[in-house]
């Protein structure tokens, strides 16, 4: 596998589950768990993205 473009995670069993329903279920045709999760992953990040537009960062020092 190139490591320069996947890495791999860790999730516990609970997130696992979610995450192969909704790869599953969610789409008109079974995704790949990889796919389903950075579909969600490119959303979280859009929304987070466009509600911090405005130059304040709400991470903690």
């Known amino acids: ?3 320069d473009k996947f890495k791999s995670i860790a999730l516990n069993m609970d997130t696992y589950q979610k995450l ?4 599953d279920k969610q ?3 079974p995704q790949s768990m990889a796919k389903t999760a950075a579909y969600y992953i490119q959303l ?3 929304d ?3 509600k ?3 130059g304040k960062s709400r ?3």
């Not at 192969?20 to 790869?23: A, D, H, I, Q």
């Open 1 to 3: 596998m190139d490591t």
């Open 20 to 23: 192969r329903e909704l790869s």
């Open 27 to 29: 789409f008109e045709m």
């Open 44 to 46: 979280a990040h859009k």
């Open 48 to 50: 987070f993205s466009e």
């Open 52 to 54: 911090n537009k405005n």
């Open 59 to 61: 991470a903690k020092a």
